[in-house]
């Protein structure tokens, strides 16, 4: 395995998924814990991550010295590289000192010398396109290193002491934007570290199967279902830990898609036997609705009043013990602010946050170091239908965030159908699984359209799908005109209360996804 110190970068995580795409089990621990770590796990290599923090400020991180000590291969990515050069005897620098601001974003390396982190994929003379973003960098390397690749901003680029295996790049492979970084990480855990690559979800299954026992021991957990492939994940891989010691809540807030609740139903409660309880809570939330059209009343009603069904039933059942929630990595990134000061709100997210401090519950989330596609993974070998695993994802504040305006449950009830067309339509299209998402909005808008030879006066039904691969930007999907056409047909003709239907245009940013 290998061990990933972090330093607080806000892409650590994605060096653990560059190391598990190429078939190596890591695992991160913050640069306090990595002794610890290092200890229990015997890895075979250790990466250290970037870091907000500044080498040369008095009392920043420090890797443990018996990283060092301990014969085994090190990468250190940015801050990594620094730490470790600082570390070894060598120099770093604060950016205000070398005169330069730094380098951020884009930026070309040449190859000055072949090493093991290149071995068949960069040779000695070549430019490769890569990604920077520090302030500080290293001044004078430390005795052993040398320059392995070079660019203006930083003539350090990457280091290397081959007969120690320390590598240092000073921009990071873990990003998209460096195009052969994940090929340049799978060259440190396969040939550096001499790590085989074989590890598969299948494991990581089996690891978490193994941790979910140990944290719940005999203790309840109730988990809160929403039918979106993470949270049915969750509850099918907690399922299978700990059995009947888990009951799942679904929620009906009335805002759902066409048969949604029903879907749920048969899978969990027939298909996988987990105790499932369905509340039924259209009424209240359509009550607490009413006279509501600004969108962050609308999510912090429907966030409360779900909490409150919740715990209600939490409390019938006789309250738990913890509280399993399908988590994912970019929920816990787009939740935490980098600098640690206020970030914007641009829409308050619907999760059950708060409820376990109220309830005593801890909480339960298998899922916290992956992403989506993952995600989906690890879904097919828990035997998830392909129908859930590949399904787009959907807002916890359901059709209300789709209906600007006032909330009832005709205007539900007409979005429910327009948007239920549509994705048949696209499924038969064979064009599902290209978007990312797709849905229908109903805007609160009337326009005249003649039908027959009747004057019709109803509303505007809004059709958007993107294409995206975390949902935190978006682009549009580029149906061809035909297929809106046909789309727009049949919701007109067959959806009473639309007369008229348009197609978003915008990517994200500047637009988000949903509309409100
Ligand atoms: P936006 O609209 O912010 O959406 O571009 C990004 C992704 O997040 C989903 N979304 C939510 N998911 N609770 C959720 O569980 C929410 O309150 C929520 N709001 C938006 C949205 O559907 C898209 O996939």
């Known amino acids: 395995s290998i061990l990933i110190v972090d330093f607080g970068s806000q892409v650590t995580q994605l060096i653990a998924r560059r190391v598990r795409e190429a078939g190596v089990y890591s695992e991160i621990a913050p640069f306090s814990l990595a002794e610890e770590a290092f200890h229990r796990m015997k890895p075979k290599g250790i990466i250290l991550s970037g870091s907000p923090a500044s080498v040369p400020d008095e009392g920043s991180p420090r890797a ?37 601001g730094g380098e951020f974003g884009r930026a070309f390396l040449t190859v000055t010398k072949n090493c093991a982190l290149f071995d068949g994929l960069w040779a000695e003379g070549e430019r490769h396109q890569v990604w920077m973003s ?11 290193f040398e320059i392995v690749a070079t660019s203006d901003g930083a003539p350090f680029a990457v280091i290397a002491d081959e007969k120690r295996r320390y590598y240092g790049t000073q921009f ?12 340049l990480l799978a060259n440190f855990v396969h040939k550096v570290c001499g790590l085989a690559g074989d590890w598969t979800m299948a494991a990581y299954r089996d690891t978490k199967i193994a941790e979910i026992r140990e944290q719940v021991g005999d203790g309840r957990v109730i988990c809160g279902l929403s039918g979106g492939v993470d949270s049915s994940v969750a509850a099918i891989l907690i399922h299978e830990a700990i059995g009947d010691q888990l009951t799942c809540v679904f929620v009906d807030h009335g805002l759902l898609r066409l048969n949604e609740r029903e879907q749920v139903e048969s899978l969990f409660r027939d298909h996988y036997n987990i105790p499932l309880v369905v509340v039924d809570a259209e009424e209240r939330f359509m009550a607490g609705l009413d006279g509501v059209s600004d969108p962050e009343k609308k999510r912090k009603f429907i966030g409360g009043e779900f909490i409150a069904v919740f715990e209600e039933e939490a409390n019938k059942l006789g309250g738990a013990d913890f509280l399993a929630q399908g988590t994912l990595y970019p929920d816990v990134i787009e939740s935490v602010s980098f600098t640690g000061g206020p970030s914007v709100t641009i829409k308050s997210h619907h999760n059950v946050g708060g409820l376990p401090e109220r309830m005593n519950m801890k909480l339960v989330e298998p899922l916290r170091e992956l992403f989506k596609d993952e995600v989906r993974v690890l879904g097919r070998e828990l035997g998830l239908d392909e129908q859930f695993v590949g399904r787009h994802p959907f807002p916890g504040p359901g059709l209300a965030i789709r209906i600007p305006g006032e909330v009832t449950k005709e205007r539900c009830d007409i979005l429910r159908k327009a948007d239920a067309i549509y994705l048949e339509e696209i499924r038969n299209a064979g064009l599902y699984d290209a978007i990312w998402q797709a849905f229908a909005v109903l805007l609160p808008v009337k ?33 061809d005109a035909g297929f809106l056409t046909g789309c727009a047909t049949r919701i007109v003709n067959e959806v009473q209360g639309i007369n008229r239907v348009v197609y978003d245009y915008t990517s994200k940013p500047p637009g988000t996804i949903e509309w409100e």
């Open 64 to 100: 443990p010295q018996i990283l060092f000590d301990s014969g085994l291969p090190i990468l250190g990515i940015c801050y990594g590289q620094q730490v470790m050069s600082q570390q070894l005897g060598g120099e770093v620098r604060p950016g205000h000192e070398t005169g330069d």
């Open 134 to 144: 520090h302030g500080d960098k290293v001044t004078q390397f430390a005795p052993g």
């Open 172 to 183: 990071h492979p873990e990003v998209v934007h460096t195009p052969d970084g994940g090929k």
């Open 447 to 479: 326009t005249v359209g003649v039908m027959g030879d009747h004057r019709t006066y109803d509303s505007v039904c809004g059709l958007r799908a993107v294409t995206s691969t975390d949902g935190m930007t978006a682009d549009v999907y580029p149906f």
